[in-house]
C-alpha cells in the first residue's frame, strides 16, 4: 500500500520503516502523520471468521488491492459474484471498523458561533430586502397612477 500511494504521488512511510516498526501504536502513528504531514502506512491484522475459508483475516497490501479492484468495480456499477460479493462486504466492514472521527479541531465552536451569527444576520438582511421591495412597488404603484402611465422602473 505504500509503495502504491506513493506512486501516485502522496508523501509516504510504511510504519516499517519507523523505529517501532509495526508495533506502532495508532497514537505515534497519528503524530507522525500530522508532524511530518504525510500518509503512514502500517499492515494490521484482525481475527475473525470470514469469508476467507475461516482463517484470519489479514488486511495486507494484496488482500486491500483485491478490494480496491471490487471497490472500483461496484462504484462503476458492475455485478460481483457471491463469492466476490461476500469478500468485499467483509473487508468493507473490518475497514469502516478500523475508521475514527478525529477530534473535533480546536476553535470550532467559535466559527460554528460566527456561522449561526452570519445566518442570523442574512436573515435579518432577507426580511429587509422583502419590505424594501414591498415599499419600493407601493412607491412606483403611486408615481405611476400620478403620471398616468407606468414608470417600467427595473424591468
Known sequence: ?????????????????LSD?????DEQI????DR???VVVKDWVENSTSVC???????????YQRWWNLHLRVARGDKLDSAEHAFYESVRQHLEGEETLPAPAPGLGALQAVIKSLESEHSGL?????QLETEIAALE???????????????
Open 141 to 155: 404603484s403611486a408615481l405611476s397612477k400620478s403620471i398616468g402611465r407606468p414608470l417600467r422602473v427595473g424591468n
Open 1 to 17: 500500500m505504500a509503495a502504491w500511494l506513493t506512486a501516485a504521488g502522496c508523501d509516504t512511510v510504511h510504519t516499517l520503516d
Open 126 to 130: 432577507e426580511a429587509r430586502r422583502r
Open 30 to 33: 497519528n503524530d507522525v502523520a
Open 53 to 63: 475459508e475461516d482463517t484470519t483475516m489479514a488486511i495486507d497490501e494484496q488482500t
Open 36 to 38: 511530518e504531514q504525510r
Open 21 to 25: 516498526g509495526n508495533r506502532t501504536t
